[in-house]
């Protein structure tokens, strides 16, 4: 047996940004940055080589919090507006005019921003559904996990998550794994008309077949233990080339979906990256709670996304 070895979550953040050193930095939106961690956050990105921020806020304020934080602000420009509701408008426009890749969430509520970035008259979005994803680094399990979505879409409708599904996809290209392997998650591995995550797992699956949904293998329903573990698909007798080596995790909502990150993150010491995805641009996306560390990862998932919107527009 595999012996477990948990290393510290800041040397595996270390090996996360070094996924980017050599290229170049994305300049990054950061709105309303004006509490400790969501200004350290981007700050810390930036000293590591992975976005070049733009502060959009109260620079007053800005300024004062970075005197009490010691950090130096001289290299980092500052977009001075005066509320949050100013900074969600003035990030949109830095995007519009080709000076950000990325939008990062600062000190304000996510409705607040997120309701900036879906209003159409902003022209952010794509005809794909927006949709959140949680990249994490599990030291017990072989591969970065991929969950989603676990932030934004509550109780989505197949239709949502054909397209939950497919913006995963692509985040997974862009992290470097060129045929992700996708387990729909549910309660059972059997599909049963009681159960509708089964019914729309069934239907996926058979919706990737006749190439509705591209890039990735699809298999579902299949109960989180099948997923990870290849012993607990075969001792059920699955035969599938997702269970086992799952690297996106769909979950039927919201709910299961932010239990299942926060069981991860907080026994078994996973790092975690969140951004949100289906829109022109990516959006780093965390809680007020988050740690610097949790952003800076977040910052490095979006810039490797970016460089990949790069390379094929």
């Known amino acids: 047996m595999t012996e477990t070895v ?17 290229q170049p930095k994305v300049p990054v939106a950061v709105v309303y940055p004006c509490d400790k961690e969501s200004l350290k956050g981007p700050i810390m990105a930036a000293e590591a080589g992975v976005i070049e921020p733009i502060l959009v806020g109260p620079a007053a304020k800005i300024r004062a919090l970075a005197g009490e934080l010691n950090l130096n602000l001289a290299n980092y420009q500052i977009a001075d507006v005066p509320d949050s509701l100013a900074a969600c408008a003035e990030a949109i426009a830095l995007v ?31 005809p794909r559904r927006i949709s959140h994803v949680f990249v994490m680094d599990v030291p017990t399990y072989p591969r970065p996990m991929l969950i989603t979505d676990a932030a934004v879409n509550i109780t989505p409708t197949l239709e949502e998550k054909v397209d939950i599904v497919q913006n995963a996809i692509y985040l997974a290209h862009a992290l470097g794994i060129p045929e992700p392997k996708v387990a729909i998650l549910a309660a059972v591995e059997t599909v049963n008309p009681k159960m509708p995550a089964t019914l729309d797992a069934a239907a996926l699956c058979k919706m990737a077949d006749r190439g509705q949904i591209k890039g990735g293998i699809l298999d579902g329903p299949l109960a989180f233990d099948n997923a990870v573990s290849t012993e607990a698909a075969k001792i059920k007798g699955i035969h599938s080339p997702v269970a086992g080596q799952a690297d996106i995790f769909l979950v039927p909502g919201l709910e299961a979906g932010n239990m299942l990150f926060k069981q991860l993150e907080y026994l078994s010491f996973a790092l975690t990256a969140g951004v949100v995805l289906g829109a022109k641009v990516p959006v780093i996306l965390t809680s007020r709670a988050d740690s610097a560390e949790t952003r800076t990862a977040s910052c490095v998932i979006a810039a490797l996304f970016a460089h990949a919107n790069r390379k094929n527009n």
Do not use: F, P, Q
Request: charged share 30%; glycine share 8%.
């Open 96 to 126: 519009h005019a080709g000076k950000a890749e990325a939008l990062m969430k600062g000190s304000l509520h996510t409705d607040e921003l997120m309701g900036a970035v879906v209003t159409r008259a902003n022209n952010l979005r794509t």
């Open 6 to 22: 948990i290393t510290s979550k800041e040397e595996r953040l270390k090996r996360l940004v070094a996924r980017v050193h050599g």
